[in-house]
Protein backbone atom coordinates (compact mmCIF):
# COMPACT_ATOMS: atom_id res chain seq x y z
CA UNK A 1 0.00 0.00 0.00
CA UNK A 2 2.67 2.62 0.88
CA UNK A 3 4.36 1.38 -2.61
CA UNK A 4 1.16 2.36 -4.19
CA UNK A 5 0.99 5.53 -2.34
CA UNK A 6 4.65 6.34 -3.49
CA UNK A 7 3.21 5.98 -7.31
CA UNK A 8 0.76 8.15 -7.11
CA UNK A 9 2.37 10.94 -5.06
CA UNK A 10 5.21 11.19 -7.46
CA UNK A 11 3.44 12.34 -10.45
CA UNK A 12 1.09 14.42 -8.65
CA UNK A 13 4.57 16.07 -6.68
CA UNK A 14 6.15 16.61 -10.00
CA UNK A 15 3.12 17.81 -11.36
CA UNK A 16 2.54 20.48 -8.50
CA UNK A 17 6.41 21.80 -8.64
CA UNK A 18 5.79 22.17 -12.10
CA UNK A 19 2.96 24.21 -12.20
CA UNK A 20 4.13 26.10 -9.11
CA UNK A 21 7.37 27.14 -11.06
CA UNK A 22 5.18 27.86 -14.08
CA UNK A 23 3.48 30.56 -11.87
CA UNK A 24 5.95 31.97 -10.54
CA UNK A 25 8.26 31.92 -13.88
CA UNK A 26 5.00 33.64 -15.54
CA UNK A 27 4.75 36.49 -12.96
CA UNK A 28 8.32 37.52 -13.30
CA UNK A 29 8.32 37.57 -17.25
CA UNK A 30 4.68 39.62 -16.99
CA UNK A 31 6.28 42.80 -18.60
CA UNK A 32 7.18 41.24 -21.70
CA UNK A 33 4.46 39.00 -22.48
CA UNK A 34 2.02 41.88 -21.82
CA UNK A 35 3.94 42.81 -25.44
CA UNK A 36 3.55 46.26 -23.06
CA UNK A 37 7.11 48.70 -22.37
CA UNK A 38 6.98 48.33 -18.92
CA UNK A 39 9.15 51.61 -18.45
CA UNK A 40 6.37 53.38 -19.90
CA UNK A 41 4.43 51.95 -17.65
CA UNK A 42 6.33 52.75 -14.59
CA UNK A 43 7.16 56.46 -15.69
CA UNK A 44 3.42 57.09 -15.77
CA UNK A 45 2.69 55.61 -12.45
CA UNK A 46 5.65 57.69 -10.96
CA UNK A 47 4.78 60.81 -12.43
CA UNK A 48 1.75 61.20 -14.85
CA UNK A 49 2.70 64.62 -16.15
CA UNK A 50 6.14 63.81 -17.45
CA UNK A 51 6.65 63.57 -21.06
CA UNK A 52 7.39 60.02 -22.29
CA UNK A 53 10.45 60.85 -23.76
CA UNK A 54 13.29 58.63 -25.65
CA UNK A 55 15.67 59.93 -22.54
CA UNK A 56 13.02 59.44 -19.98
CA UNK A 57 12.11 55.96 -20.84
CA UNK A 58 16.14 55.04 -21.28
CA UNK A 59 16.59 56.23 -17.34
CA UNK A 60 13.50 54.22 -16.76
CA UNK A 61 14.89 51.03 -17.97
CA UNK A 62 18.28 51.38 -16.41
CA UNK A 63 17.21 52.15 -12.83
CA UNK A 64 15.18 49.10 -12.90
CA UNK A 65 17.80 47.01 -14.99
CA UNK A 66 15.41 46.12 -18.14
CA UNK A 67 18.31 46.17 -20.29
CA UNK A 68 19.64 42.90 -18.97
CA UNK A 69 16.68 41.01 -20.37
CA UNK A 70 13.67 39.00 -18.56
CA UNK A 71 15.46 35.90 -17.63
CA UNK A 72 18.39 38.07 -15.27
CA UNK A 73 15.74 39.95 -14.29
CA UNK A 74 13.75 36.49 -13.10
CA UNK A 75 16.98 35.04 -11.91
CA UNK A 76 18.02 37.83 -9.31
CA UNK A 77 13.97 37.83 -8.13
CA UNK A 78 14.78 34.39 -7.28
CA UNK A 79 17.92 34.31 -5.88
CA UNK A 80 17.00 37.04 -3.33
CA UNK A 81 14.29 35.14 -2.41
CA UNK A 82 16.14 32.68 -1.22
CA UNK A 83 17.64 35.39 0.92
CA UNK A 84 14.36 36.71 1.89
CA UNK A 85 14.82 39.60 -0.20
CA UNK A 86 11.36 40.41 -2.14
CA UNK A 87 13.24 43.17 -4.24
CA UNK A 88 12.23 47.23 -4.55
CA UNK A 89 9.13 48.42 -5.90
CA UNK A 90 9.72 50.09 -9.19
CA UNK A 91 7.02 52.82 -8.71
CA UNK A 92 7.70 53.59 -5.06
CA UNK A 93 11.52 53.00 -4.45
CA UNK A 94 10.33 51.22 -1.39
CA UNK A 95 11.39 47.92 -0.41
CA UNK A 96 8.47 45.34 -1.26
CA UNK A 97 8.59 42.68 2.11
CA UNK A 98 7.32 45.13 4.29
CA UNK A 99 4.48 46.36 2.17
CA UNK A 100 3.57 42.42 1.51
CA UNK A 101 3.77 41.36 5.44
CA UNK A 102 1.50 45.15 6.11
CA UNK A 103 -0.95 43.84 3.49
CA UNK A 104 -0.88 40.56 4.58
CA UNK A 105 -1.09 41.39 8.21
CA UNK A 106 -4.51 43.42 7.58
CA UNK A 107 -5.70 40.58 4.87
CA UNK A 108 -5.22 37.68 7.53
CA UNK A 109 -6.96 39.65 9.95
CA UNK A 110 -9.65 40.13 7.70
CA UNK A 111 -9.39 36.42 6.98
CA UNK A 112 -9.78 35.71 10.45
CA UNK A 113 -12.96 37.75 11.40
CA UNK A 114 -14.16 37.00 8.12
CA UNK A 115 -14.29 32.65 9.14
CA UNK A 116 -15.10 33.25 12.60
CA UNK A 117 -18.29 34.67 10.72
CA UNK A 118 -18.42 32.17 8.30
CA UNK A 119 -18.56 29.49 11.53
CA UNK A 120 -20.97 30.98 13.35
CA UNK A 121 -23.36 31.16 10.23
CA UNK A 122 -22.70 27.90 9.44
CA UNK A 123 -23.14 26.53 13.00
CA UNK A 124 -26.72 28.31 13.18
CA UNK A 125 -27.69 26.51 9.93
CA UNK A 126 -26.50 23.37 11.29
CA UNK A 127 -28.25 23.30 14.52
CA UNK A 128 -31.54 23.23 13.89
CA UNK A 129 -30.65 19.79 12.28
CA UNK A 130 -28.70 18.65 15.37
CA UNK A 131 -31.61 19.79 17.28
CA UNK A 132 -34.59 17.75 15.21
CA UNK A 133 -32.80 15.39 14.47
CA UNK A 134 -33.76 14.95 11.18
CA UNK A 135 -34.77 17.23 8.19
CA UNK A 136 -32.01 19.56 6.42
CA UNK A 137 -31.55 23.16 6.75
CA UNK A 138 -29.60 22.90 3.04
CA UNK A 139 -31.67 24.38 1.05
CA UNK A 140 -31.93 27.87 3.18
CA UNK A 141 -27.62 27.68 3.98
CA UNK A 142 -27.33 27.26 -0.07
CA UNK A 143 -29.20 31.20 -0.81
CA UNK A 144 -25.92 32.89 0.97
CA UNK A 145 -23.44 30.35 -0.39
CA UNK A 146 -24.60 31.18 -4.05
CA UNK A 147 -24.11 34.93 -3.50
CA UNK A 148 -20.69 36.79 -4.78
CA UNK A 149 -18.55 38.62 -2.11
CA UNK A 150 -18.59 41.67 -4.16
CA UNK A 151 -21.97 41.80 -4.10
CA UNK A 152 -22.87 41.38 -0.63
CA UNK A 153 -20.01 43.94 -0.03
CA UNK A 154 -22.11 46.32 -2.35
CA UNK A 155 -25.50 46.07 -0.63
CA UNK A 156 -23.65 46.01 2.78
CA UNK A 157 -21.99 49.36 1.58
CA UNK A 158 -25.36 50.61 0.53
CA UNK A 159 -27.51 49.74 3.65
CA UNK A 160 -24.63 49.62 6.62
CA UNK A 161 -22.84 52.65 5.37
CA UNK A 162 -24.90 54.64 3.19
CA UNK A 163 -28.61 54.68 3.88
CA UNK A 164 -28.22 53.68 7.93
CA UNK A 165 -24.88 55.09 8.23
CA UNK A 166 -23.87 52.94 11.56
CA UNK A 167 -20.20 51.27 10.48
CA UNK A 168 -17.54 53.34 8.30
CA UNK A 169 -17.35 52.55 4.67
CA UNK A 170 -13.40 52.56 3.79
CA UNK A 171 -10.04 52.39 5.91
CA UNK A 172 -8.99 49.96 8.48
CA UNK A 173 -8.55 52.05 11.56
CA UNK A 174 -10.24 49.58 14.40
CA UNK A 175 -12.18 47.15 14.83
CA UNK A 176 -15.11 48.51 13.56
CA UNK A 177 -14.03 49.53 10.17
CA UNK A 178 -13.56 45.11 10.14
CA UNK A 179 -17.35 44.76 10.80
CA UNK A 180 -18.74 45.34 7.19
CA UNK A 181 -16.35 43.97 5.24
CA UNK A 182 -15.76 40.65 7.39
CA UNK A 183 -19.92 40.02 7.14
CA UNK A 184 -19.26 40.42 2.96
CA UNK A 185 -16.31 37.65 2.71
CA UNK A 186 -17.33 35.61 5.85
CA UNK A 187 -21.50 35.07 4.77
CA UNK A 188 -20.69 33.33 1.68
CA UNK A 189 -18.51 30.82 2.96
CA UNK A 190 -20.57 30.28 6.00
CA UNK A 191 -23.89 29.24 3.63
CA UNK A 192 -21.23 27.08 1.83
CA UNK A 193 -19.74 25.38 5.41
CA UNK A 194 -23.97 25.83 6.67
CA UNK A 195 -25.10 23.96 3.24
CA UNK A 196 -22.24 20.80 3.08
CA UNK A 197 -23.08 19.81 7.11
CA UNK A 198 -27.02 20.44 6.89
CA UNK A 199 -27.14 18.18 3.69
CA UNK A 200 -24.73 15.71 5.21
CA UNK A 201 -26.24 15.40 8.37
CA UNK A 202 -30.16 13.78 7.94
CA UNK A 203 -28.01 10.58 6.40
CA UNK A 204 -25.85 9.93 8.89
CA UNK A 205 -28.57 10.10 11.52
CA UNK A 206 -30.64 7.55 9.78
CA UNK A 207 -27.18 5.15 10.07
CA UNK A 208 -28.03 2.13 12.52
CA UNK A 209 -25.29 3.33 14.93
CA UNK A 210 -27.42 6.73 15.88
CA UNK A 211 -30.42 4.00 16.30
CA UNK A 212 -28.53 1.56 18.43
CA UNK A 213 -27.13 4.99 20.75
CA UNK A 214 -30.50 5.88 21.27
CA UNK A 215 -31.61 2.62 21.96
CA UNK A 216 -28.86 2.32 24.75
CA UNK A 217 -30.13 6.08 26.56
CA UNK A 218 -27.35 7.73 25.21
CA UNK A 219 -28.23 11.13 25.42
CA UNK A 220 -28.82 13.81 22.57
CA UNK A 221 -25.90 16.04 23.01
CA UNK A 222 -23.37 12.64 22.69
CA UNK A 223 -25.41 11.49 19.82
CA UNK A 224 -24.67 15.20 17.85
CA UNK A 225 -21.38 15.38 18.68
CA UNK A 226 -20.74 11.81 17.42
CA UNK A 227 -22.72 12.77 14.09
CA UNK A 228 -20.70 15.70 13.71
CA UNK A 229 -17.37 13.77 14.47
CA UNK A 230 -18.98 11.50 11.93
CA UNK A 231 -19.77 14.61 8.87
CA UNK A 232 -16.73 16.64 9.75
CA UNK A 233 -13.45 14.83 7.90
CA UNK A 234 -15.09 14.19 4.48
CA UNK A 235 -15.85 17.53 4.10
CA UNK A 236 -12.60 19.28 5.83
CA UNK A 237 -11.40 19.20 2.03
CA UNK A 238 -14.26 21.33 1.37
CA UNK A 239 -13.51 23.44 4.40
CA UNK A 240 -10.18 24.63 3.22
CA UNK A 241 -11.42 25.12 -0.18
CA UNK A 242 -14.08 27.78 1.78
CA UNK A 243 -10.92 29.25 3.56
CA UNK A 244 -8.97 29.52 0.41
CA UNK A 245 -11.54 31.28 -1.30
CA UNK A 246 -11.47 33.66 1.08
CA UNK A 247 -8.17 35.15 -0.40
CA UNK A 248 -9.68 35.48 -3.55
CA UNK A 249 -12.83 36.91 -2.51
CA UNK A 250 -10.65 39.72 -0.16
CA UNK A 251 -9.63 41.34 -3.68
CA UNK A 252 -13.24 42.68 -4.32
CA UNK A 253 -14.05 42.93 -0.63
CA UNK A 254 -10.92 44.91 0.36
CA UNK A 255 -11.36 47.00 -3.14
CA UNK A 256 -15.22 48.17 -1.98
CA UNK A 257 -14.01 48.74 1.18
CA UNK A 258 -10.78 50.91 0.30
CA UNK A 259 -8.85 48.02 2.97
CA UNK A 260 -5.10 48.24 2.29
CA UNK A 261 -5.03 44.14 2.41
CA UNK A 262 -2.79 42.34 0.16
CA UNK A 263 -5.11 41.40 -2.23
CA UNK A 264 -6.11 45.20 -3.17
CA UNK A 265 -1.68 45.98 -2.63
CA UNK A 266 -1.62 42.76 -6.15
CA UNK A 267 -4.68 44.35 -8.18
CA UNK A 268 -2.81 47.93 -7.91
CA UNK A 269 0.24 46.38 -8.38
CA UNK A 270 -0.95 44.75 -11.96
CA UNK A 271 -2.44 47.77 -13.37
CA UNK A 272 0.83 49.69 -12.44
CA UNK A 273 2.88 46.77 -13.81
CA UNK A 274 4.90 47.37 -10.40
CA UNK A 275 6.85 43.65 -11.23
CA UNK A 276 8.55 43.08 -8.20
CA UNK A 277 5.29 44.40 -5.52
CA UNK A 278 3.59 41.90 -8.11
CA UNK A 279 5.06 38.69 -7.40
CA UNK A 280 5.74 39.48 -3.82
CA UNK A 281 1.72 39.48 -3.82
CA UNK A 282 1.26 36.63 -5.57
CA UNK A 283 3.63 35.01 -4.29
CA UNK A 284 1.90 35.18 -0.70
CA UNK A 285 -1.48 34.60 -2.03
CA UNK A 286 -0.39 31.56 -3.50
CA UNK A 287 1.58 30.18 -0.20
CA UNK A 288 -1.56 31.18 2.01
CA UNK A 289 -3.55 29.14 -0.10
CA UNK A 290 -1.36 25.95 -0.23
CA UNK A 291 -0.80 26.34 3.34
CA UNK A 292 -4.63 26.37 3.76
CA UNK A 293 -4.70 23.08 1.71
CA UNK A 294 -2.38 21.58 3.45
CA UNK A 295 -3.69 22.60 7.22
CA UNK A 296 -6.84 21.13 5.72
CA UNK A 297 -5.19 17.85 4.69
CA UNK A 298 -3.75 17.40 7.89
CA UNK A 299 -6.91 18.56 9.92
CA UNK A 300 -8.53 15.63 8.05
CA UNK A 301 -6.58 12.86 8.96
CA UNK A 302 -6.10 13.91 12.98
CA UNK A 303 -10.19 13.75 12.63
CA UNK A 304 -9.88 10.27 10.94
CA UNK A 305 -7.13 8.60 13.06
CA UNK A 306 -5.28 6.07 12.87
CA UNK A 307 -7.75 3.08 11.75
CA UNK A 308 -9.51 5.51 9.27
CA UNK A 309 -6.92 7.15 7.78
CA UNK A 310 -6.61 5.09 4.86
CA UNK A 311 -9.94 3.73 4.58
CA UNK A 312 -11.07 7.49 3.76
CA UNK A 313 -14.92 7.31 5.38
CA UNK A 314 -16.98 7.92 2.74
CA UNK A 315 -19.93 10.34 3.76
CA UNK A 316 -24.00 8.64 2.54
CA UNK A 317 -25.30 10.21 -0.30
CA UNK A 318 -27.01 13.51 0.79
CA UNK A 319 -30.64 14.30 0.49
CA UNK A 320 -30.81 17.69 -0.88
CA UNK A 321 -34.27 19.06 -0.01
CA UNK A 322 -36.60 20.15 -3.15
CA UNK A 323 -38.10 23.74 -3.04
CA UNK A 324 -41.62 23.74 -4.43
CA UNK A 325 -41.33 23.91 -8.11
CA UNK A 326 -43.05 27.14 -8.31
CA UNK A 327 -39.97 28.78 -7.10
CA UNK A 328 -37.35 28.49 -9.68
CA UNK A 329 -39.90 28.84 -12.34
CA UNK A 330 -41.07 32.32 -10.51
CA UNK A 331 -37.45 33.37 -10.59
CA UNK A 332 -37.20 32.42 -14.11
CA UNK A 333 -40.27 34.06 -15.05
CA UNK A 334 -38.96 37.33 -13.28
CA UNK A 335 -35.25 37.76 -14.68
CA UNK A 336 -36.59 36.74 -18.22
CA UNK A 337 -39.27 39.35 -18.56
CA UNK A 338 -36.71 41.88 -16.97
CA UNK A 339 -34.22 40.69 -19.76
CA UNK A 340 -36.59 40.82 -22.14
CA UNK A 341 -37.83 43.98 -21.54
CA UNK A 342 -34.11 45.85 -21.36
CA UNK A 343 -33.91 44.02 -24.86
CA UNK A 344 -36.16 45.51 -26.42
CA UNK A 345 -34.27 49.50 -25.54
CA UNK A 346 -31.06 51.14 -26.24
CA UNK A 347 -27.96 50.25 -24.20
CA UNK A 348 -25.55 52.86 -25.63
CA UNK A 349 -27.92 55.84 -25.80
CA UNK A 350 -26.34 58.98 -23.54
CA UNK A 351 -28.89 61.58 -22.12
CA UNK A 352 -27.16 63.95 -20.39
CA UNK A 353 -30.15 65.45 -19.25
CA UNK A 354 -31.06 62.33 -17.89
CA UNK A 355 -28.04 61.57 -15.74
CA UNK A 356 -28.65 59.75 -12.70
CA UNK A 357 -32.31 59.94 -13.06
CA UNK A 358 -34.42 57.89 -11.01
CA UNK A 359 -36.96 54.97 -11.68
CA UNK A 360 -39.74 56.37 -14.41
CA UNK A 361 -41.67 54.97 -16.87
CA UNK A 362 -39.28 56.11 -19.27
CA UNK A 363 -36.70 54.46 -17.26
CA UNK A 364 -38.22 52.24 -15.29
CA UNK A 365 -34.90 51.30 -13.02
CA UNK A 366 -33.14 55.09 -13.78
CA UNK A 367 -30.33 55.79 -15.67
CA UNK A 368 -26.67 55.89 -14.57
CA UNK A 369 -23.88 58.80 -14.94
CA UNK A 370 -23.82 58.93 -18.06
CA UNK A 371 -27.55 59.30 -18.74
CA UNK A 372 -27.98 55.54 -20.46
CA UNK A 373 -31.08 53.39 -19.34
CA UNK A 374 -29.96 50.99 -16.57
CA UNK A 375 -32.45 48.13 -18.01
CA UNK A 376 -31.89 48.22 -21.64
CA UNK A 377 -27.73 47.88 -20.26
CA UNK A 378 -28.80 45.08 -17.44
CA UNK A 379 -31.00 43.22 -20.61
CA UNK A 380 -27.80 43.20 -23.44
CA UNK A 381 -25.68 42.62 -20.66
CA UNK A 382 -27.48 39.05 -20.28
CA UNK A 383 -25.83 37.55 -23.09
CA UNK A 384 -22.24 38.62 -22.44
CA UNK A 385 -22.57 36.90 -18.99
CA UNK A 386 -24.38 33.95 -18.99
CA UNK A 387 -23.40 33.09 -22.69
CA UNK A 388 -19.28 33.55 -22.02
CA UNK A 389 -20.36 31.50 -18.46
CA UNK A 390 -21.39 28.63 -21.30
CA UNK A 391 -18.25 28.65 -23.32
CA UNK A 392 -16.23 28.83 -20.04
CA UNK A 393 -18.27 25.64 -18.98
CA UNK A 394 -17.82 24.02 -21.84
CA UNK A 395 -14.28 24.26 -21.82
CA UNK A 396 -13.77 22.90 -18.12
CA UNK A 397 -16.04 20.15 -19.14
CA UNK A 398 -13.65 19.24 -21.39
CA UNK A 399 -10.32 19.45 -19.89
CA UNK A 400 -11.86 17.78 -16.88
CA UNK A 401 -13.15 14.99 -19.12
CA UNK A 402 -9.95 14.79 -20.35
CA UNK A 403 -7.05 15.12 -17.48
CA UNK A 404 -10.18 12.90 -14.94
CA UNK A 405 -8.57 9.96 -16.99
CA UNK A 406 -4.98 10.71 -15.71
CA UNK A 407 -6.09 11.50 -12.24
CA UNK A 408 -2.30 11.07 -10.96
CA UNK A 409 -0.61 13.64 -13.03
CA UNK A 410 -3.60 16.15 -12.57
CA UNK A 411 -3.74 15.83 -8.78
CA UNK A 412 -0.38 17.89 -8.55
CA UNK A 413 -2.21 20.96 -10.75
CA UNK A 414 -5.19 20.19 -9.23
CA UNK A 415 -3.62 21.60 -5.62
CA UNK A 416 -2.34 24.84 -7.48
CA UNK A 417 -5.63 25.86 -9.03
CA UNK A 418 -7.44 25.00 -6.28
CA UNK A 419 -4.65 26.93 -4.44
CA UNK A 420 -5.71 30.28 -6.81
CA UNK A 421 -8.87 31.80 -6.56
CA UNK A 422 -9.88 33.80 -10.12
CA UNK A 423 -9.28 36.66 -8.85
CA UNK A 424 -5.87 36.33 -8.31
CA UNK A 425 -5.64 34.80 -11.89
CA UNK A 426 -7.47 37.09 -13.38
CA UNK A 427 -5.05 39.53 -12.06
CA UNK A 428 -1.85 37.41 -13.95
CA UNK A 429 -4.27 37.24 -17.35
CA UNK A 430 -4.93 40.65 -17.17
CA UNK A 431 -1.57 41.90 -16.22
CA UNK A 432 -0.37 39.48 -19.47
CA UNK A 433 -3.27 40.09 -22.40
CA UNK A 434 -5.12 43.50 -21.02
CA UNK A 435 -8.39 43.01 -19.23
CA UNK A 436 -11.09 41.96 -21.24
CA UNK A 437 -13.82 39.08 -21.28
CA UNK A 438 -11.63 36.45 -23.43
CA UNK A 439 -9.01 37.10 -20.50
CA UNK A 440 -11.71 36.71 -17.88
CA UNK A 441 -13.05 33.53 -19.22
CA UNK A 442 -9.39 32.37 -19.24
CA UNK A 443 -8.88 33.36 -15.72
CA UNK A 444 -11.74 30.97 -14.60
CA UNK A 445 -11.22 28.16 -17.02
CA UNK A 446 -8.02 27.62 -15.97
CA UNK A 447 -9.36 27.37 -12.39
CA UNK A 448 -12.52 25.80 -12.70
CA UNK A 449 -11.52 22.21 -14.20
CA UNK A 450 -10.42 20.48 -11.26
CA UNK A 451 -13.60 19.44 -9.79
CA UNK A 452 -14.80 18.09 -12.74
CA UNK A 453 -11.76 16.41 -13.19
CA UNK A 454 -11.83 14.60 -9.67
CA UNK A 455 -15.48 13.72 -10.32
CA UNK A 456 -14.63 12.05 -13.86
CA UNK A 457 -11.43 10.33 -12.37
CA UNK A 458 -14.13 8.93 -9.36
CA UNK A 459 -16.57 7.90 -11.78
CA UNK A 460 -14.00 5.95 -14.29
CA UNK A 461 -12.64 4.30 -11.06
CA UNK A 462 -16.12 3.01 -10.65
CA UNK A 463 -16.61 1.72 -14.22
CA UNK A 464 -13.69 0.16 -14.74
CA UNK A 465 -13.86 -2.25 -11.76
CA UNK A 466 -17.23 -2.89 -12.67
CA UNK A 467 -18.32 -6.34 -13.65
CA UNK A 468 -19.94 -5.71 -17.20
CA UNK A 469 -16.04 -3.99 -18.27
CA UNK A 470 -14.73 -7.58 -17.03
CA UNK A 471 -16.77 -9.43 -18.78
CA UNK A 472 -15.90 -6.99 -22.24
CA UNK A 473 -12.12 -8.13 -21.66
CA UNK A 474 -12.63 -11.37 -21.36
CA UNK A 475 -14.81 -11.64 -24.85
CA UNK A 476 -11.58 -9.72 -26.02
CA UNK A 477 -13.01 -6.63 -26.52
CA UNK A 478 -10.31 -3.96 -27.31
CA UNK A 479 -9.51 -1.08 -25.07
CA UNK A 480 -10.47 1.62 -27.77
CA UNK A 481 -13.13 0.30 -27.85
CA UNK A 482 -14.35 -0.13 -23.83
CA UNK A 483 -13.13 3.39 -23.41
CA UNK A 484 -15.05 5.32 -26.38
CA UNK A 485 -18.52 2.27 -26.12
CA UNK A 486 -18.11 1.88 -22.34
CA UNK A 487 -15.82 4.58 -20.09
CA UNK A 488 -16.69 7.60 -21.92
CA UNK A 489 -20.26 7.76 -22.02
CA UNK A 490 -20.62 6.45 -18.69
CA UNK A 491 -18.57 9.14 -17.07
CA UNK A 492 -19.71 11.84 -19.75
CA UNK A 493 -23.35 12.50 -18.80
CA UNK A 494 -22.99 12.51 -15.09
CA UNK A 495 -20.38 15.28 -15.43
CA UNK A 496 -22.02 17.13 -18.27
CA UNK A 497 -24.75 17.58 -15.66
CA UNK A 498 -22.29 18.48 -12.90
CA UNK A 499 -20.86 20.93 -15.28
CA UNK A 500 -24.18 22.35 -16.13
CA UNK A 501 -24.91 23.06 -12.09
CA UNK A 502 -21.72 25.15 -12.04
CA UNK A 503 -22.95 27.84 -14.96
CA UNK A 504 -24.18 30.57 -12.56
CA UNK A 505 -21.13 29.99 -10.19
CA UNK A 506 -18.87 30.39 -12.98
CA UNK A 507 -20.96 33.87 -13.91
CA UNK A 508 -20.96 34.57 -10.75
CA UNK A 509 -16.76 34.65 -11.25
CA UNK A 510 -17.05 36.61 -14.59
CA UNK A 511 -18.57 39.67 -12.83
CA UNK A 512 -16.63 39.51 -10.08
CA UNK A 513 -13.62 39.97 -12.85
CA UNK A 514 -15.67 42.27 -14.24
CA UNK A 515 -16.25 44.07 -11.15
CA UNK A 516 -12.75 44.62 -10.44
CA UNK A 517 -12.40 45.80 -14.11
CA UNK A 518 -10.41 42.74 -14.96
CA UNK A 519 -13.19 41.29 -17.31
CA UNK A 520 -15.11 43.27 -19.99
CA UNK A 521 -14.06 46.98 -20.46
CA UNK A 522 -16.59 50.00 -20.46
CA UNK A 523 -18.92 50.74 -22.52
CA UNK A 524 -20.00 46.86 -22.45
CA UNK A 525 -23.29 46.28 -20.61
CA UNK A 526 -21.48 43.36 -18.54
CA UNK A 527 -22.85 43.03 -15.10
CA UNK A 528 -20.15 43.14 -12.79
CA UNK A 529 -19.12 46.10 -15.29
CA UNK A 530 -22.34 47.64 -14.34
CA UNK A 531 -21.87 47.42 -10.96
CA UNK A 532 -18.29 48.75 -10.94
CA UNK A 533 -19.23 51.99 -12.66
CA UNK A 534 -21.83 52.43 -9.87
CA UNK A 535 -19.53 52.42 -7.41
CA UNK A 536 -18.41 56.20 -7.83
CA UNK A 537 -22.02 57.34 -7.36
CA UNK A 538 -23.41 55.09 -5.18
CA UNK A 539 -24.93 57.17 -2.32
CA UNK A 540 -26.75 59.55 -5.38
CA UNK A 541 -27.91 57.04 -7.73
CA UNK A 542 -28.25 53.66 -5.80
CA UNK A 543 -30.65 51.76 -8.45
CA UNK A 544 -27.85 51.98 -10.24
CA UNK A 545 -26.31 49.66 -8.18
CA UNK A 546 -29.44 47.61 -6.82
CA UNK A 547 -30.24 46.66 -10.49
CA UNK A 548 -26.87 44.34 -11.58
CA UNK A 549 -26.92 43.23 -8.23
CA UNK A 550 -30.95 41.66 -7.71
CA UNK A 551 -30.15 40.23 -11.53
CA UNK A 552 -27.21 38.84 -10.25
CA UNK A 553 -28.94 37.71 -7.05
CA UNK A 554 -31.51 36.38 -8.42
CA UNK A 555 -29.36 34.19 -11.26
CA UNK A 556 -28.00 32.75 -7.36
CA UNK A 557 -31.51 32.02 -6.15
CA UNK A 558 -32.44 30.26 -9.24
CA UNK A 559 -29.53 28.25 -9.49
CA UNK A 560 -29.94 27.15 -5.82
CA UNK A 561 -33.80 26.35 -5.93
CA UNK A 562 -33.12 24.64 -9.51
CA UNK A 563 -30.22 22.29 -8.79
CA UNK A 564 -31.52 19.61 -6.61
CA UNK A 565 -34.34 19.18 -9.75
CA UNK A 566 -31.13 18.99 -12.55
CA UNK A 567 -28.83 16.33 -9.69
CA UNK A 568 -28.97 13.11 -12.23
CA UNK A 569 -26.10 11.69 -10.47
CA UNK A 570 -24.49 11.67 -6.58
CA UNK A 571 -20.94 14.29 -6.58
CA UNK A 572 -18.64 12.71 -4.92
CA UNK A 573 -18.17 14.38 -1.86
CA UNK A 574 -15.03 16.69 -1.69
CA UNK A 575 -15.32 17.28 -5.06
CA UNK A 576 -18.17 19.74 -5.11
CA UNK A 577 -17.16 23.17 -6.33
CA UNK A 578 -14.06 25.26 -5.18
CA UNK A 579 -14.30 28.21 -3.08
CA UNK A 580 -14.90 31.23 -5.74
CA UNK A 581 -16.90 29.11 -8.03
CA UNK A 582 -19.52 28.22 -6.24
Request: aromatic share 4%.
Amino acid sequence: MRRAAGRSAGPAGATRLVCLAAVVAAVGLLPWLSGRDPALTVLRARSAEQEPTREALDAVRRDLGLDAGPLALLGDWAGGLLRGDLGTSWVSGTEVLPAVTAGLQVSLGLMGAALAVALLLAAALAAPVLVRGRGSAGGLAAVPAALPEFLLATVALLVGGVWLGALPTSGWQGPRYMILPALALGVPAGGLLGRLVADALPAVLDERWVELWRGAGVGRARIAAAALRRVLPPLVPQFGMAAVGLTGGAVAVETVFAVPGIGRTALGAAKSQDLPLLQGAVLALLLLGLLTGALAALLRRRLLGPALRDAGLALPPARPVRVHPAVPLALFTVLAAAIGWGLLRDPYAVHTTARLAAPSWAHPLGTDGLGRDVLARLGHGAAPTVGTAAAVGLLSLVAGLALGFLPRVAAGAADIANALPPVIVGILVAAAAGPGTGGAALAVALISWPPLAAHAAALTQEVRASAFLTAQRAIGASPWWILTRHVLPSVAAPVARHALLRLPGIALALASLGFLGLGAQPPAPEWGLLLDESRAYVERAPWAALAPAVALALLAALAVSGAAYARGTRIPRGKEAPAGVR
